[in-house]
């Protein structure tokens, strides 16, 4: 972690919770034309730069079907960020916000979640817009965008006393 | 694992990817009406049953601000899922499917994401709708739904330029 990575006035930090913990297994990379923090986004967009999504090439079956999904939620590690910090102080104006209440890629679990638009598949790697994280980053999960995803399987009970 | 855990007809397993791992610190579970996979949703409904988001107290700071949200995406991990199927035949019809094409909760980072309506916060715990996991599951993240959300920090450059 660099000097940009120290808290600012007012955060706080705290230890990992220990409910307990799991193994994420990357199953590739985001490549992206930012090269650092500042040159990324706060938030990708849909029409912004064509970017890359590698998936391990022992994995590209999984990708099987995905051209029928105009949007995709996708799933990273932000390798870079602290994990610590229970509040912090976006605005730098002294106005502390809980970790939870913000997108800050600073956060105890630190996934980013993008929803992107897939414009094609080559083998193992997916192109799409609206990634906003440095090239290199880690892919975690890739998933049909939920707004746009019927399950294939039949409704259960349960979809049914749950309206 | 159980019985219902084996893979069907046509659907093929590997090792993890490779390209390195991560560890998950558990921020809580989830409490829901579900005590079986069989009772749960496929998806869950924003006017679904009433259920908990219980963090760990000593990150309960985490949460300041969060009222101000009505959806949150709610990141958990399935922990009884399987993660070495490649392809899926979701709809027990051979028709197989990348696993990475389905929301299904087998997938190599079983981690599931949801779009709940909040409904109050008492201290700890966050009272949200939309839930479809089982009772128990561990919970990764909490942030403010995407749509919703306006970053409180100033735009960038690389913001304007992403249009």
């Given amino acids: 972690m660099d000097k940009a990575d120290d808290p600012r006035p007012g955060e706080t930090r705290r230890d990992p919770p220990r409910i307990g913990e799991a193994v994420v297994h990357f199953i590739g ?14 938030q990708g967009a849909l029409d912004g730069p064509l970017c890359r999504l590698e998936i391990d090439p022992d994995w590209a079956d999984a990708l099987d ?19 610590d910090l229970v509040t912090q102080n ?42 906003d994280c440095i090239d290199g980053t880690p892919l975690v999960d890739i ?3 939920r707004c746009a995803y019927t399950p294939l399987a039949p409704a259960k009970a349960a ?4 309206g």
Same sequence: chains 1, 2.
């Avoid at 990379?29 to 706060?42: F, V």
């Avoid at 799933?75 to 960020?81: E, I, M, Q, V």
């Avoid at 970790?99 to 929803?115: C, D, M, W, Y």
């Fill in 29 to 42: 990379r985001c490549r992206t034309p930012y090269a650092t923090r500042a040159d990324c986004p706060r």
């Fill in 143 to 145: 998933k049909p965008e």
């Fill in 65 to 83: 079907g995905i051209e029928r999904f105009a949007r995709l939620d996708v799933l990273y590690w932000l390798d870079r960020s602290r994990r």
């Fill in 159 to 162: 979809d049914r006393a749950d």
């Fill in 90 to 131: 976006p605005g730098k104006d002294g106005a502390l916000r809980g970790t939870f209440s913000l997108r800050s890629p600073v956060r105890p679990n630190p996934i980013g979640l993008a929803r992107v638009a897939l414009e094609r598949r080559e083998g193992a790697v997916l192109f799409v817009r609206g990634l």
